[in-house]
């Protein structure tokens, strides 16, 4: 049988996938945002994850009719003439910090809508162990008709893109497979073997794939939580929390995880997932909970030392100028999903700080569609200002001129612990 692959979803994991898949196969990248297959079909990608020579040489092999290549389309109909369907939709949290799979069973249900005996549906949206065999599949057995594992089968393979990163990227990082019957195993790993030079990892059954995934980020989290909760006892006492680490870091299975804000799709989300299902099941985790709570402390422990500075300073809290750098949830990318930088402006508002935000890597209606904020186009440098946050370090603010703002009496914290230690007045 001659493979038709679509990916469904062609966000930070689904477009880098398609553009590896479409230099070997017949591929379709389908999203239901027009705007996005439209920016794509003109070789573009606002997201910035995407090997753009690769796309462009996928897409021409398309247009020549090869037998493979990649096309795009926002068209339902157009998934009908597929056999594999690989989902790389969003799995979020609502705002009581439960699992929201709304995205992930509408691309079910349509699914349902298209797929034909003996295709095969593989998810890799991080989500918890049984959510594929449980969710989702019943979404789609329901809508088509179709029997699970007699008509049609399913497979997990978890994403494992790392926004930003150009060194550890789709084909390099090892991954995990896994199908709802040994042969399904066996041709969904076969399928990823042939784009991942890091090779495979064939896991027993989906449950265990999909745990693999939950596990690693919860086990950051967690990690995270560990030296954020050090920064607060060590701020109390006095002393450098990145000292302190450089310290313990000279023993050779000490790990070096270092404070910070912890925002995402994944690590600050995924716990969530694991701690809903361990719920569900009777048991209420304490370890991952108690991490989640550290780690969601940060910006308001950030936010309120950098006013306690100020007033160390002599500066009049209501109507200052603060300037954030960077809102970005890492550096040297423009995803924005869940950071934690907007939390810490919001906080400094509420004091009535007249807070500024620049990040040359955000996109300004974005972040304003998203988080009701408007950041600067661009620097007044002669504008003066009362604290200065660094908040992300991207590589342009490397050479931010940090003294200049010292010297005129205001706060300069750096969250990232990167910047000249004598014109800084605290950091994390």
């Known amino acids: 049988m001659e493979l038709k692959i679509a990916v469904v979803g062609l966000g930070y994991v689904g477009l880098p996938l398609a553009i590896e898949f479409g230099k070997k196969y017949n591929v379709l990248g389908f999203d239901i945002n027009r705007n996005r297959v439209e920016e794509l079909k003109q070789g573009l990608d606002h997201t910035r994850e995407a090997d753009l020579e690769g796309m462009a040489e996928a897409m021409r092999l ?123 195993a066996d041709r969904v790993d076969a399928l990823y073997a042939s784009i991942i030079t890091a090779g495979t990892h064939k896991a027993s059954c989906i449950k265990v794939a999909e745990a693999s995934k939950i596990i ?32 313990a870091g000279t023993k050779w299975n000490f790990l070096k995880y270092r404070p910070g804000l912890v925002g995402g799709h994944c690590i600050s989300v995924d716990p969530y997932y694991l701690a809903s299902k361990a719920e569900s099941l009777g048991y209420v985790p304490q370890v991952i909970l108690s991490g989640r709570h550290v780690n969601n402390s940060i910006a308001p422990f950030i936010a309120n030392k950098v006013l306690k ?17 960077g809102v970005t949830f890492k550096e040297n990318c423009p995803d924005i999903r869940n950071t934690k930088v907007v939390d810490i402006y919001r906080e400094l508002c509420e004091f009535g700080v007249h807070v500024d935000i620049y990040d040359p890597w955000v996109d300004a209606a974005e972040l304003k569609h998203e988080y009701g ?43 990232k612990a990167v910047v000249d230690r004598r014109w800084v007045d605290g950091r994390l």
């Not at 200002?385 to 703002?405: P, Q």
Request: aromatic content about 8%; proline content about 5%.
């Open 62 to 184: 398309h247009e020549a009719d090869s037998g493979r290549g990649l096309a795009f389309s926002y068209d339902e109909a157009d998934l009908k003439d597929c056999n594999t369907y690989i989902v790389t939709v969003p799995t979020p949290i609502d705002s009581f910090n439960t699992p929201d799979l709304r995205p992930l069973i509408k691309a079910s249900e349509m699914l349902g809508r298209v797929i034909s005996k003996g295709d095969v549906v593989i998810y890799e949206s991080t989500t918890y162990p049984g959510c594929t065999e449980e969710d989702c599949v019943p979404a789609i057995e329901r809508v088509s008709g179709l029997k699970f594992n007699v008509d049609f089968f399913a497979g997990y393979s978890p994403e494992r893109i790392n926004p930003g990163d150009k060194v550890n990227t789709l084909t390099k990082i090892k991954k995990v497979t896994s199908g709802s019957t040994p042969e399904i």
């Open 216 to 247: 690693e980020n919860s086990q950051r989290d967690v990690n995270i939580s560990f030296v954020n909760e050090l920064a607060l006892i060590f701020d109390r006492i006095g002393i450098d929390t990145n000292e302190v680490i450089e310290a």
């Open 309 to 325: 500075l100020m007033i160390q300073k002599d500066h009049k809290i209501k109507g200052s100028n603060a300037l954030i750098l």
């Open 373 to 415: 904020v408007q950041p600067l186009s661009s620097l007044d440098a002669g504008k003066r200002y009362e604290a200065v946050i660094l908040a992300v370090a991207h590589d342009e603010f490397k050479s931010f001129d940090f003294e200049k703002y010292h010297k005129q009496g205001a706060v300069v914290f750096d969250v």
